[in-house]
């Protein structure tokens, strides 16, 4: 039976719509799933991955921070690890909140320093138990951990201690997650959570516990950060012949200059509001102590500036540097760097303008340079 024209046509067009369809269908799906991955996969992003990759890890001993210092050559000066493509932490600034809404210590609980659990009893749990039941496990942790409760007189959080013995319903625990030894291990938190579910099950306490795995991969983020980051300045003043300095007349002069002798056996410079600038210690081995500083004979003196901890780094570098020549011209010594090269002006412009901008990436990542949070993670 012959076809005529109009059912050719007709079936040219059921052909095509049935095409129109399926490309129209085959579209949405793709549409629908690039939704869902921007849901699950990149949706409310880790607190601590701005969307960079995440830095390399630093070279050296397990568990060991490689602390680079500085070199005789201005092309010496270490790059921070990872620094193209250090993760940037980017938690909120504000104090960690407890269930009331009120904020907890951030010498004890920092959103981004530590992992913060709280528990909610029925019924005042008292203090000394608390302490008592964790007791059993928390020798087990190499990380500083804390305990805090909410006060139900006044509404404030305070840190618990072995001496309090009052009764409380609200209760905060805080595990650091990072400090210069590396971040917590996987086995380390899970022993943590282990502990903290137990203490809630013996005080029938609600408990909510967070995904162990995104908090071991955000305390290793926040490690690759801080490790990329965390350098060291280090420049010596050493006798100009070779001989060395008598330690009486070296207090005198590291007095003169505003340093103090320090319990630690080292000269400290702080700034106005008693946070470190820069140390000034023994090129030796001995400690520069009260007592024994008065006999003492040292070849130099070595003065540091750790970036991280120190609140301006530019203007402590500039008062460390300033400290260093006085010291040189007041005994008779010469600035030099590691290799006991004298100190070029061009290292020096170097070093400031490497200060200045690691201090910065400590900002944009959230970690302002000497405040309590840096301090705690640069420990």
Known sequence: MAISELQVALI?????????????NAW?????????????????????????EPAAVVPGEPGERQEPHFGDAADSLPE????????????????????????????????????VLHLAAANPAPAPAVQAMQSAWAGELSKPMHWLARDDADGVWHQVDANDAGRYREWAVALQLVDR??????????????????????????????????????????????????IQFVL???????????????RGVAEAAGLMLEADGVFRARDEAGGEMFTVANLGPERLEAESIKSLATHGLTLSLDVPRVADGV???????????????????VLVDAQRAPLADAVIEAIRAKTAELQQRMRDGNIVPGSTRALRLFS
Not at 29 to 45: N, P, S, V, Y
Request: glycine share 12%; charged share 20%.
């Open 12 to 24: 040219g067009a059921g052909a095509a719509g049935v095409a129109l369809v399926w490309g129209y």
């Open 80 to 115: 921070a690890p990872g620094a193209a493509n250090a993760a940037e932490p980017a938690a909120d600034l504000s104090p960690a909140e407890g269930e009331c809404g009120l904020p907890l210590p951030a010498e004890c609980a920092d959103p981004v320093a530590d992992c």
């Open 181 to 230: 030894r590396g971040p917590v291990s996987d086995d380390e938190l899970a022993r943590f959570f282990d502990g903290v579910q137990q203490v809630a099950q013996q005080t029938a306490a609600t408990l909510e516990l967070p995904s162990r795995g995104e908090i071991v991969m955000r305390a290793g983020a926040l490690d690759e950060f801080c490790a990329a980051v965390d």
């Open 315 to 333: 203007l402590a570098f500039d008062r460390m540097l300033a400290t260093a020549r006085q010291l040189a011209a007041a005994l008779g010594g």
């Open 28 to 52: 949405q799906e793709r549409q629908h799933r690039k939704t869902a991955d921007r849901i699950f996969k990149g949706g409310q992003g880790d607190a601590l991955l701005a969307g960079e």
């Open 236 to 250: 010596h003043v050493v006798e100009a012949t070779g001989g060395v300095f008598a330690g009486t007349k070296l």
